[in-house]
Nanobody, 122 residues
Framework: QVQLVESGGGLVQAGGSLRLSCAASGRTFSTNTMAWFRQAPGKEREFVAGIGWSRDDTYYRDSVKGRFTISRDNAKLTLYLQMNSLKPEDTAVYYC???????????????WGQGTQVTVSS
């Protein structure tokens, strides 16, 4: 069992930065694949970035490559998402998720946090 709690969201101007954190509980954190998803109003939940247990295995959606960085600290049971050069289209509720392997489909992840709002003003 893994429990996830996101933090770090907020309001930022376009071009600014935010760092999201996801604190996990549960003995299996270090062996889980972790990912960030986001959901804007009226839109489907979409994959943002994923990281394997080894931390060298990372994947990003094309629109955030070069701007977002996913990382994890297995000793602290924490997942991060550093978001730079934010754009208004990045506005969404951001969720962290845990699963067995990196996938872009949300229904393949077993555990979810409650989400944290990110709002980017133009």
């Amino acid at each position: 069992q893994v429990q996830l709690v996101e933090s770090g969201g907020g309001l930022v101007q376009a071009g600014g930065s935010l760092r999201l954190s996801c604190a996990a509980s549960g003995r299996t954190f270090s062996t889980n694949t972790m990912a960030w998803f986001r959901q804007a109003p009226g839109k489907e939940r979409e994959f943002v970035a994923g990281i394997g247990w080894s931390r060298d295995d990372t994947y990003y959606r094309d629109s955030v490559k070069g701007r977002f960085t996913i990382s994890r600290d297995n000793a602290k049971l924490t997942l991060y998402l550093q978001m730079n050069s934010l754009k208004p289209e990045d506005t969404a509720v951001y969720y962290c998720a845990a699963g067995s392997s990196i996938a872009t489909q949300a229904d393949l992840y077993h555990y979810w946090g409650q989400g944290t709002q990110v709002t980017v003003s133009s």
